[in-house]
């Protein structure tokens, strides 16, 4: 996912880019998350990678409707959340 929105961005730039795929199952969301932006489910409240993960999914909602205009694909963004399950009382 993120070798495609580097291979856009320089392209946005005039630079020449070649994004290549393993082909097992071209363009799918990788199985690491599932196409999920889900910072607080991925990070502790003290990482500071939860800063970054919240600002790339804010990024991710303004870069949504300029890549269905590119492409005139509409990939379904959702942003209603997600539930962490908690397994002790506290």
Not at 78 to 88: M, P
Request: charged share 20%; glycine share 12%.
């Amino acid at each position: 996912m993120i070798g495609a929105a580097c291979a856009r961005a320089l392209a946005l730039q005039g630079v020449s880019v070649r994004v290549l795929d393993d082909g097992r199952d071209p363009g799918a969301a990788t199985p690491a998350s599932a196409g999920m932006l889900a910072p607080f489910a991925e990070a502790k409240p003290d990482d500071p990678m939860l800063a970054l993960g919240i600002r790339g999914r804010d990024r991710y909602r303004e870069l949504v409707p300029q890549l269905k205009d590119e492409t005139g694909i509409d990939v379904h963004l959702w942003t209603g959340g997600i539930f962490q399950v908690a397994f002790s009382p506290a």
